[in-house]
């Protein structure tokens, strides 16, 4: 069974900065797209940041120039550094992966991350 472990969450103050990990177990043949996804109360869950196996990027507007996702690939495990947080970064943060394992292609999520900016 293939599953997807966060890790790095915490409270910071605003301004700080946090590393979110996210570990990959299981029998897994190959890793295609890894993202963060993130839900905050009330709220719907969005896409934070994607990367291609190829190492492409992609953020969303609010998060540009102050998070950066990267990739391990012979680990399988994505990173989140998120730099000059703000309060509203505040969300359960979720790590996302399209993979292949035992011949079948899914789409597996992590448990997700509790991350509070405040001061």
């Known amino acids: 069974q293939v599953q997807l472990v966060e890790s790095g969450g915490g409270l910071v103050q605003p301004g700080g900065s946090l590393r979110l990990s996210c570990a990959t177990s299981g029998n897994i043949f190959r890793v295609n797209s890894m993202a963060w996804y993130r839900q905050a109360p009330e709220k719907e869950r969005e896409s934070v940041a994607t990367?291609?196996?190829?190492?492409?990027?992609n953020y969303t507007d609010s998060v540009k120039g102050r998070f950066t996702i990267s990739r391990d690939n012979a680990k399988n495990t994505v990173y989140l550094q998120m730099n000059s947080l703000k309060p509203e970064d505040t969300a359960v943060y979720y790590c996302n992966a399209d993979l292949w394992s035992w011949g079948r292609r899914l789409n597996v999520w992590g448990q997700g991350t509790q991350v509070t900016v405040s001061s």
């Open positions: 990367i291609t196996s190829e190492g492409t990027t």
